[in-house]
C-alpha cells in the first residue's frame, strides 16, 4: 500500500508491500550514476551496483560492499558536510533527470522534485571535494 504522496514530485512506499524494494532494484538497473551518503553503512534494499557508477560515501570505520566505489569521510575533520543529513542517494538517469531516495523506517520516498534533486547534487558535489579523489 503506498502513502499518499506531499506533492506530485513524490513516491512514497512502504517497505513491507515490496514496493519500495522494487522501485529500488528499478533505479538501480537503470541509473547511469548513483551517489549515496550512507555514513552508517549502505542500506541494504539497494541492490547490487558497480563501482564504475556507484559512489558511496561512508563515515571512517564503516564497512562498505564491493559494488560501489568508497569515499571516505574522516572522524576527525571537523564538520563533515551533509553528514547531520538523513542518509540519501540520489539516482542520475541517462536524459539528465534524477530521483532522490530518502531511507525511513517504515517507508521509502522518491522524489524527482527538482529543489530536492538540487539539494541532492549539491551535497554529493561538497562530499567529492571534502574526500578527495
Do not use: K, S
Request: proline share 9%; charged share 20%; hydrophobic share 45%.
Amino acid at each position: 500500500m503506498r502513502v499518499p504522496p506531499a506533492h506530485e514530485h513524490d513516491l512514497w512506499c512502504r517497505w513491507d508491500d515490496g514496493d519500495a524494494a522494487r522501485v529500488l532494484n528499478l533505479l538501480c538497473r537503470n541509473a547511469v550514476a548513483v551517489d549515496v551518503l550512507a555514513p552508517f553503512g549502505i542500506h541494504p534494499a539497494l541492490p547490487v551496483l558497480d563501482p564504475a557508477r556507484c559512489t558511496a560515501y561512508l563515515l571512517e570505520g564503516t564497512t562498505g560492499r564491493d559494488d560501489v566505489t568508497a569515499r571516505v569521510i574522516p572522524r576527525d575533520a571537523g564538520a563533515y558536510p551533509g553528514v547531520e543529513c538523513h542518509p540519501v542517494t540520489c539516482f542520475g538517469m541517462a536524459d539528465g533527470a534524477a530521483v532522490v531516495f530518502y531511507a525511513h523506517p517504515h517507508a521509502a520516498l522518491f522524489t524527482d522534485d527538482p529543489c530536492q534533486v538540487r539539494e541532492a547534487r549539491g551535497l554529493f558535489a561538497r562530499l567529492a571535494g571534502f574526500t578527495g579523489p
